[in-house]
């Protein structure tokens, strides 16, 4: 079986829990071949200079940083935050993978888990579009609701919604590993 060679482009701790989800996933016909994060910021009081969630993982899991992307066959992308330009966007063969946790177009932008908890909606969900150069916009490639529950906290809403993204992502793989032209033609 041919393995898809997947860039992986996530900064906060929830983008590194798919991140762990996709690497220790049993039987996904990918390849994790490197992670592009945020540099290192200073935090706190102290101003210690820290290292984002997601470098920590790659690290953890043994991840080279900033791979070469022209031999990448996908970019995924959760919660860079950062906009790509097109020169980025074009070097994997087929290009960028947005997983965004809302409902795309409802909810672009840097809140989309907190704001249908602060406007009091019963849903929301995970979509994955084509990356192109607007933000949060693109082609759907999948798109998935989930119910939010009364009383739900942000926290609890953000793992589901992880979940739920991996789960989608698993059956995207597996369509791939069915035909390498759906992944292709998306």
Do not use: C
């Amino acid at each position: 079986m041919t393995k898809l060679k997947v860039a992986y482009f996530g900064t906060p701790d929830f983008s590194a829990h798919l991140l762990k989800k996709l690497v220790e996933g049993k039987n996904l016909p990918i390849e994790i071949i490197g992670v592009v994060t945020q540099p290192d910021k200073k935090v706190g009081r102290k101003q210690v200079l820290t290292p984002s969630p997601v470098k920590i993982t790659a690290e953890e899991l043994g991840l080279p940083l900033n791979p070469d992307l022209k031999s990448a066959d996908l970019a995924l992308l959760f919660a860079f935050g950062e906009v790509l330009l097109s020169d980025i966007l074009s070097k994997p063969k087929y290009g960028f993978w947005n997983v965004h946790p809302s409902l795309l177009p409802k909810y672009r932008g840097p809140s989309p888990i907190a704001t249908p908890l602060l406007n009091g909606d019963v849903e929301t969900g995970v979509t994955i579009i084509k990356m192109d150069e607007k933000l949060d916009h693109g082609p759907i490639i999948a798109q998935k609701k989930t119910y939010i529950f009364p009383l739900q906290r942000r926290d609890q809403l953000t793992e589901r919604l992880v979940d739920l993204a991996f789960e989608m992502l698993q059956e995207l793989f597996r369509k791939y590993e069915e035909n390498m032209d759906t992944v292709s033609t998306t």
